[in-house]
């Protein structure tokens, strides 16, 4: 699959749980993660945005899990966005362990842009930096 953007890393014996595989809540930070530095290989600063009075939200995130992941496991994400209407786009993001390629999450995440009083608003030139 090709994606427009794609992020390595190496699980952390900390992020695993009990069982030794990587606690399910981790991988919501992988995805965040990555999201934020697709932003800025884009041109886009989340933490100026907020300081800008407009907040990039997410409002639906779905997650499929298929494979575990486990200590010192090396995989990547691979990310997709595109627009869902005028005011939410999505990314898809999928997990893939690098040792054979095994897709590992598979993830939807719905967000959008919100102004200082909380209504959606896209900043202008928002989406032209993102989309290619």
Request: glycine letters at 4%; a neutral charge; aromatic letters at 10%.
């Amino acid at each position: 699959m090709s994606y427009q953007y794609r992020l390595d890393f190496k699980v952390r014996d900390y992020e695993c749980d009990l069982q030794g595989i990587v606690n399910n809540a981790v991988y919501q930070n992988y995805l965040e993660h990555c999201r934020h530095e697709f932003l800025l290989d884009r041109g886009v600063d989340f933490a100026a945005l907020s300081r800008d009075g407009i907040n990039l939200v997410v409002v639906r995130a779905e997650l499929d899990y298929k494979r575990s992941l486990t200590s010192q496991d090396e995989f990547y994400i691979g990310l997709n966005m595109s627009m869902m209407d005028r005011v939410r786009f999505v990314f898809e993001q999928s997990v893939i362990r690098q040792s054979d390629s095994t897709l590992c999450l598979q993830a939807r995440i719905v967000a959008t842009a919100l102004n200082e009083r909380g209504r959606p608003k896209i900043p202008k030139g928002f989406i032209e930096q993102l989309t290619p």
